[in-house]
């Protein structure tokens, strides 16, 4: 038993070797704000370009450059694993598992991701530059016309789902195998049930996107013509396989966000969750539903009437269980005794702007409409309403939340409360203006536009830097509490927080429930 | 069922690499073949057969006349000259129909093209029928020469009669990289 009280290793080694889902955990989160900051560097290059018409800084070429990386920096870099490192520190801890079911494994899934996005990042010296094909990487925008750092891109894409792969793999042994005596499954927290599901729609459409890669890569090098209507391939066939990944990638993306929100609403409404059950189905519908709507991505391709309506009807029907979450989220607020600390700030800005990103995926959905606002800035004003203001404002209080048990000290909450404000006015700066020009006629994906759009463009880049600016604040905010922040010693920080995770000390200790909890069966979860 | 391994995780591990092998399969042994028999079945992209028609037509309608009309497309990079005999023909539905399309490689290097055939309306896919065409295979002309390019075709007597003119287009691609092993064959 001896041996497996001892703290972590000194040095680099620790965090090289480490098998501790703490240790892993806090990586992949510094990596993914290492990856945010990155991504918003691309973004702050796309809105200085955008600040008035005509060309003002960068070529044509290297702007495509920087929208595709953009999202796949902030796609697969930022949001994917800091969800990831949110789930390696939690799960185990609100499950009363002492590590994750397999350690080794989740070190590696950690370590293959930074040199592969040092590889997708040096293809930007690369001659021909780095991919400019969107980060939808269209064929054959992304075989036959693609510069030659493709491969690269390629190779990347196989390793980062690799490294998804394993990860969710680790995350559904752990929950499925791991959960302290008494823990049932309508007993977990609902983070846990949300990464759970998100586990198995990950497990289900990485290997479809590597396929998609690997045809490309097939179609490049070895002569096939899966995308290439010459040797009796299809480049529709592209858009159909890349959004039977694409569509479940974004509730992978959005899900473990419920979860968070799941949990600080109750804790600072001092009122359980209200409707547990119809979270979890909720939840499960969604995941399902997105199976079979993809080809809402593609209403232009030409697809036959009744597949019009199929795909529009079946996206409708996923208003259904989100309406049930927002309404649940509301209702457990409702005669709660509200406190506005910043994690409830956030959850508070995520519930009334993720809301809005749904109401416009609704006018998205319908078909006929979608004809005039494919491709236009209204789609860029809804993905980032549901990505931005959906799964990074819930990351941002799922932070300042957690951060207290993490490292036991309080951040300053007045910075908190700040920052918050600051990204609220921010981002709805940048992106609601970005509705008006979309339904106006502005492309999406052009260094360039008609002079009609100059002002609203000009506010939503004015925006883009107001919010890029505080995230700066918030690094600041989160290294100062771990230098210098005033102690926190209660195992409960915050009041109203329930779960396992806050029945361990504070800070929580290198290893937790290396006996597993007793789990009081009247108990009702939070 | 006895255990191999003491950590139960690693059944749900198993189980579970099998469902991503599985998903990697199935982009290449379903979702790529259902598309082809999809669009195929539907007419969809106003993909009309690879494969020539056997007719099994009886007679031909002398009540209607639908007009055909032909346009020819080089693909990015394809010098070729291409293009129809006739840009427009009058025909029966059930009438058996002959057309030529003319093509002249002006580079002094033997070249393969494949033409890529597209219906429109798409509605009218499944209605067009082609008995002989050069779009079946790839076409190889040797450098500074021209050819004659036949098609042969019925239009379907069920053809929906609110369709009275069919546009069959043709994009020629330079597949000579592709088929340089075919080229050096012949």
Redesign the interface.
């Known amino acids: 038993m001896g041996d497996h009280h001892h703290g972590p290793a000194k040095g680099l080694s620790r965090w090289l070797f480490t098998t501790n889902h703490k240790d892993i955990g806090t990586m992949y989160l510094w990596f993914s704000f290492a990856m945010f900051i990155l991504g918003g560097f691309f973004a702050m290059v796309i809105r200085a370009e955008l600040f008035q018409p005509g060309m003002q800084l960068v070529e044509p070429a290297f702007f495509n450059q920087m929208t595709t990386l953009h999202g796949l920096v902030m796609v697969f870099g930022a949001i994917m694993p800091s969800f990831v490192g949110l789930a390696n520190w939690l799960i185990p801890m609100m499950i009363g598992a002492p590590d994750m079911?397999?350690p080794r494994m989740n070190n590696w899934s950690f370590w293959i991701l930074p040199p592969t996005f040092l590889l997708l990042a040096s293809t930007l010296f690369m001659e021909g530059g780095a991919p400019a094909f969107g980060w939808t990487f269209y064929a054959p925008l992304s075989t036959t016309y693609a510069p030659p750092s493709v491969t690269f891109f390629i190779f990347s894409v196989h390793v980062l789902g690799l490294s998804s792969?394993m990860g969710?793999?680790n995350i559904?042994?752990?929950v499925?195998?791991?959960r302290a005596p008494g823990m049932t499954y309508m007993k977990m927290p609902l983070f846990v049930w949300t990464w759970l599901i998100t586990a198995f729609l990950l497990?289900?459409?990485?290997?479809?996107l590597?396929?998609?890669v690997?045809?490309m890569l097939m179609d490049i090098h070895f002569?096939t013509?899966?995308f290439?209507?010459?040797?009796?391939g299809?480049p529709?066939?592209f858009q159909?396989?890349f959004w039977?990944f694409g569509h479940p990638e974004v509730y992978i993306i959005i899900l473990p966000a419920f979860g968070v929100v799941s949990q600080i609403i109750p804790a600072f409404s001092r009122k359980p969750l209200f409707g547990y059950d119809s979270m979890v189905y909720a939840t499960a519908s969604i995941a399902f539903l997105s199976f079979i709507v993809w080809a809402h991505h593609m209403y232009t391709v030409?697809?036959?009437v009744a597949g019009e309506l199929f795909f529009m009807y079946a996206t409708m029907l996923i208003a259904v269980p989100t309406g049930v979450k927002v309404f649940n989220w509301v209702t457990t607020m409702w005669r709660g005794a509200l406190t506005f600390e910043t994690p409830m700030l956030f959850c508070i800005g995520f519930l009334v702007l993720f809301t809005i990103g749904g109401f416009t995926g609704l006018m998205l959905s319908i078909a006929p409409s979608d004809f005039q606002y494919h491709d236009s800035y209204f789609v860029v004003a809804h993905f980032h309403y549901v990505m931005v203001a959906g799964a990074v404002f819930s990351m941002s209080a799922a932070v300042y939340y957690w951060l207290p048990k993490w490292c036991g000290k309080m951040y300053n909450e007045a910075m908190g409360k700040t920052h918050f404000w600051i990204s609220f006015i921010g981002f709805n700066l940048t992106f609601f203006p970005q509705h008006f020009v979309g339904l106006a006629g502005m492309p999406r994906r052009i260094p360039d536009y008609a002079l009609q759009f100059a002002d609203f463009n000009m506010m939503s880049s004015i925006g883009a830097f107001i919010y890029g600016a505080s995230q700066i604040l918030f690094l600041y905010n989160v290294i100062a509490t771990i230098v210098a922040g005033k102690p926190v010693s209660d195992d409960k920080v915050w009041e109203g927080a329930e779960g396992l995770e806050w029945t361990v000390p504070t800070p929580a200790p290198y290893h937790t429930f290396e006996t597993p909890p007793r789990i009081d069966p009247d108990h009702v979860h939070s | 069922m006895i255990r191999v391994s003491a950590?139960?995780?690693i059944d749900?591990?198993i189980k579970?690499?099998t469902?991503?092998?599985a998903?990697?399969a199935?982009?290449?042994v379903v979702?790529?073949p259902l598309?082809?028999v999809l669009?195929d079945a539907?007419g969809?992209?106003g993909k009309t057969s690879?494969q020539a028609y056997t007719a099994v037509q009886a007679g031909v309608d002398e009540s209607r006349e639908v007009t055909v009309q032909f346009v020819a497309t080089n693909?990015e990079g394809m010098p070729w000259e291409f293009g129809p005999s006739t840009t427009a023909m009058k025909v029966h539905p059930g009438a058996v129909n002959d057309t030529v399309f003319h093509a002249r490689n002006p580079l002094p290097r033997a070249m393969v093209a494949?033409a890529?055939p597209s219906v429109s309306p798409?509605r009218a896919a499944e209605y067009f029928h082609k008995t002989e065409c050069f779009c079946f295979n790839q076409q190889p002309l040797d450098g500074e020469s021209a050819a004659e390019m036949p098609l042969q075709f019925i239009v379907d007597q069920d053809l929906p009669r609110d369709i009275r003119t069919i546009t069959l287009s043709y994009?020629i691609?330079?597949?000579t990289?592709?088929a340089s092993g075919a080229v050096a064959a012949r």
Not at chain 1, 203 to 208: E, F, G, H, I, K
Not at chain 1, 228 to 232: L, P, Y
């Open positions: 079911a397999l792969i969710s793999i559904i042994a752990t499925m195998n791991m497990v289900a459409v990485m290997p479809v590597a396929g998609a690997t045809m002569g013509s899966f290439s209507a010459a040797g009796g299809d529709v066939l159909h396989v039977f030409g697809m036959p | 950590n139960p995780a749900t591990v579970l690499v469902v991503a092998v998903m990697f199935f982009v290449f979702m790529v598309y082809n669009c539907l969809i992209n690879g693909n494949q890529i798409a994009t691609f330079d597949v990289d592709m």
